[in-house]
């Protein structure tokens, strides 16, 4: 269930404790929680812009196509995948950057299905996302923040997911416990290809992310998910394209030859890599 506990002020990093509709710190910094339940943990000092993060429209247009699971194979990957000895009762699970809380929101109903009891966790940096999330299931705690400066004591979680995000190593390695779990899900060299053969003149050779390795953490596993789906509709094109970072990087041209197509089918190609904390030695 949703508990909002166990987290920490992002300004003095002090325990926050429930007060009726808020969370306070020693220090008197109060944080009131939304009608839909969530808590806003960034603070002013602590964005980069007045409204980071996906915009209102951004979030829409994600939720609109992710309720249509198109991606919901990612979900199945991400269950097949998890090392079964951390899926016990009992785990806690945050999601960083968890968007409008498609796959969090999944990944619960499963793991319910399956009796599996958990504490779940989900932070985005966008206030449009958590309040997205936040309307999508009460039994998670939705929390606006960010991951370069996560809101939480240390070992605080046991597994910790980000999906298609911006990890911050040493955070996720300050609240994850001793062998906690972490979760890298990343698009693979030929996802949304036949897209990006019209969006771009030439496409780019693909460079793996953290190929050297990342520090604190040693790779437990790492495979790669591949399947096909279909868009039927202008509508769902354009929703797939705005939650995508070609809608920036695309050229004018691309975009405009992409508005002419009816449907399209396209390959999605994820890679999933688990990743064990170093233990203090």
């Not at 949703?2 to 003095?12: G, Q």
């Not at 699971?69 to 968890?98: M, Q, T």
């Not at 109903?109 to 504490?119: G, S």
Request: with cysteine; proline share 4%.
């Amino acid at each position: 269930m949703s508990t909002l506990e166990n987290l920490s002020c992002p300004i003095d990093s002090l325990s926050l404790s429930r007060d009726g509709r808020s969370l306070k710190c020693e220090n008197g910094h109060t944080y009131d929680l939304a009608k839909t339940g969530y808590v806003n943990l960034l603070p002013v000092q602590n964005k980069r812009s007045k409204d980071p993060g996906d915009s209102k429209s951004m979030v829409a247009a994600r939720q609109a196509f992710l309720n249509q699971h198109f991606y919901y194979p990612i979900v199945e990957a991400i269950l097949s995948s998890w090392p079964k000895e951390s899926l016990i009762n009992g785990v806690r699970v945050l999601d960083a950057g968890c968007g409008e809380g498609y796959y969090l929101n999944e990944i619960s109903k499963v793991l319910q299905d399956r009796h599996v009891e958990t504490e779940l966790t989900g932070l985005d940096i966008s206030k449009w996302a958590i309040t997205a999330a936040s309307k999508r299931d009460k039994n998670i705690s939705w929390l606006v923040g960010s991951n370069a400066s996560l809101p939480t004591p240390d070992q605080r979680f046991d597994v910790i997911l980000c999906l298609f995000g911006f990890p911050i190593f040493h955070e996720f390695s300050r609240v994850l416990t001793d062998s906690g779990l972490l979760l890298l899900v990343e698009s693979g060299p030929d996802h949304l290809i036949e897209l990006r053969k019209i969006l771009y003149p030439q496409i780019h050779d693909y460079k793996q992310t953290h190929s050297d390795g990342v520090a604190d953490f040693e790779m437990v596993s790492e495979e790669t998910k591949t399947f096909h789906f279909t868009l039927n509709s202008q509508a769902e094109i354009q929703n797939l394209l705005s939650m995508t970072p070609h809608i920036h990087k695309a050229s004018y041209d691309g975009k405009e030859e992409v508005k002419q197509l009816e449907s399209i089918r396209l390959t999605a190609d994820i890679k999933l890599r688990w990743y064990q904390k170093k233990g203090n030695t």
